[in-house]
């Protein structure tokens, strides 16, 4: 629970990271990946290991502004196990928040400055916050934050089973 331990001969999640200056960005805002490989200038892979957690955020513009601003926080998963689809995610994952529109990606954003904040790995926070998180956010209601408290329960609930 405190990160995945990565095996060589574990099925990887990869996600395809783009960069068109002012046209086309895709970045991670946390997680650890356990490859990195760049294809071109505009391009690189991404790869994540089983159990892995990771926030990845696609924004795209045309010349009359922002088209597409998206945040997901995603749990990689292991070979043949059943997961979501998301967009430049291989295979997929499991989906722990998914928003778009600006609005929320911000709010998004803050929640992970606010865990930061206390001094934890996001990649490493509890998942049912960033589950709360999203569910908040979509009822248009105000998340409760995450607290070293509930992580502290959190990691004790992690070594107990």
């Known amino acids: 629970m405190t990160g995945a ?8 999640t990869t996600v395809e990271l783009t960069w068109i200056e002012k046209r086309i960005e895709h970045w991670i805002r ?3 990946p356990v490859e990195d490989r760049i294809l071109d ?3 690189r892979l991404m790869s994540f290991a089983p159990e892995s957690v990771f926030a990845f955020i696609r924004w795209a513009a045309n010349d009359f502004g922002t088209v597409v601003s998206c945040i997901d926080i995603v749990r990689a998963v292991e070979a043949r196990e059943p997961c979501q689809t998301v967009p430049f995610v291989r295979p997929g994952g499991e989906s722990l928040l998914r928003q778009s529109g600006w609005p929320k990606v911000r709010r998004v954003l803050e929640a992970i400055d606010g865990v930061e904040a206390l001094g934890i790995d996001p990649a490493v926070a509890c998942p049912d916050h960033w589950h709360h998180l999203h569910h908040r ?4 209601q105000e998340p409760r934050p995450y607290t070293r408290e509930r992580h502290e329960a959190w990691l004790r609930r992690g070594a107990v089973s």
């Not at 956010?137 to 248009?140: G, I, K, N, P, R």
């Open 41 to 43: 200038r505009r391009r």
């Open 137 to 140: 956010l979509m009822a248009a």
């Open 30 to 32: 946390f997680g650890h």
């Open 5 to 12: 331990s990565f095996r060589p001969d574990a099925a990887l």
